[in-house]
């Protein structure tokens, strides 16, 4: 857009009425139907794995952001997967920004086990949207741009840069998405001060929200030993041994999980073990030899750490008690994403007076009639890590109250006045967020690196 500074009286005419029109069509945009409408379009693009449209989920946040004006990028850090970044620009761009992060893609469905298809973003007769991705989390995508839409039709002038990211993959792994993105020239650019990302949806009235998450560590132990014959008893055999080790795991399991179910500790702040494969014995043509102990076992372990605990001890644990040496085992990570961030600190957001953030996000929640739960840490992977890890604080937020949790569940749905109500709390949000000026201490040391 370009600046008049004294138009001719017929032209000061024909913008008061270009201006009247872009009133009432964002009025008429902000009308519920209309708002749910989106949500539904949204939905019904398939961004499932293995073959997610990324394209068709770019064209539609694209399409929604030029009706915004706000700028946008496509970035493509992998071919065929499509990143979208929008910026609002704020009046002071020294100021540090905040990232409002979503993922497009949506895990799988079985189509025969839903009650309306996963794609059809059915509206059934109670206010209930059923599709996939109507929790995780194309709704928190869409709420932040709706909630843009009735900022700027009030009139909402952001004193601070909003950035918007819809990024890929984060149901793989995020490797190709938001860890890219994080790693990224174009993000340190960005000068980000504070993101928010996904949380989950909560059975109660208060909105859940998580200032970390558990970090997965994807452990296989292997027993070596002397094989022999199946009536032989004799010690050191590579079963007993990682039957030791099992048990082992087990009682730490038990006594974790028992933490839980005594309400002493919440799911995400104690270390989750399953084991999740088991591989030993001597194939045979019709099943497994029966008469020969093996020389080799191993078992797999989603192991689930949360950025609170001594990393030192469970490690040593491991090589201690659970694959020792001393029974002849071995132990490797498929995957060991660690509790620290990049400046080796604990990998966690604070919830506390030091971080104007979390203050300004409970007092926008209350200002939109809402109340936040106590902050938890999320009890398994989301992008945000990699924006943590960067150092920044990051919040998981997906304002679903009164909600089952249905996430990557059958029957997914979100009822449609919570979305509604979802829309006003990023609203005061945002509202918020891009209204307050004071330098934060994490940007003023960001810019002195
Ligand atoms: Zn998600």
Redesign the pocket.
Known sequence: MSYIDSPPPRSRLLRLYFLSLLFFTLTASEDPLAILSRFQQYLRINTAHPNPNYYEAADFILSHAKSLSLESQTLEFVKGKPLILLKWPGKHTYLPSILLN??TD?VPAEHHKWTHPPFDAHLDHNGLIYARGSQ??KCVGLQYLEAIRKLKSDGFEPARTVYLSFVPD??IGGHDGAEKLADSETFKKMNVGIVLD?GLASPDENYRVFYGERCPWWLVIKATGAPGHGAKLYDNTAMENLLKSIESVRRFRAAQFDLVKAGLKAEGEVISVNMVFLKAGTPSPTGFVMNLQPSEAEAGFDIRVPPTVDQASLERRIAEEWAPASRNMTFEFKQKVSVYDKFGKPSLTVTDSSNPWWALLEGAVKKANRKLGKPEIFPAS??ARYFREQGLPAIGFSPMANTPIL?HDHNEFLNKDEYLEGIDAYKSIIKTYASFVEHTRDGASREEL
């Open positions: 979503s993922h949506v995780d989390m984060e149901e996904e989301t992008d996430l």
